[in-house]
């Protein structure tokens, strides 16, 4: 069994057991904390940088 495949079985249990809404639940918690470590770290200007950059495309 590949990684790719275990992976996925994985993921079917747990979509099974918990409901596709636990997805989007530890999804939403896992975002939200990356972004406060990420603000901490660079600060709000950090945002501000990319956000230039993103819309100068």
Do not use: L, N, P
């Not at 918990?18 to 939403?28: C, L, M, Q, S, V």
Request: no cysteine; aromatic share 8%.
């Amino acid at each position: 069994m590949s990684r790719a495949e275990a992976g996925r079985k994985g993921g079917m249990t747990t979509k099974q057991r918990h409901g596709e809404e636990f997805f989007g639940k530890i999804g939403r918690i896992g975002g939200k904390k990356g972004g406060d470590t990420t603000k901490r770290r660079y600060g709000v200007e950090f945002y501000q940088r990319i956000g230039r950059k993103g819309g100068s495309k």
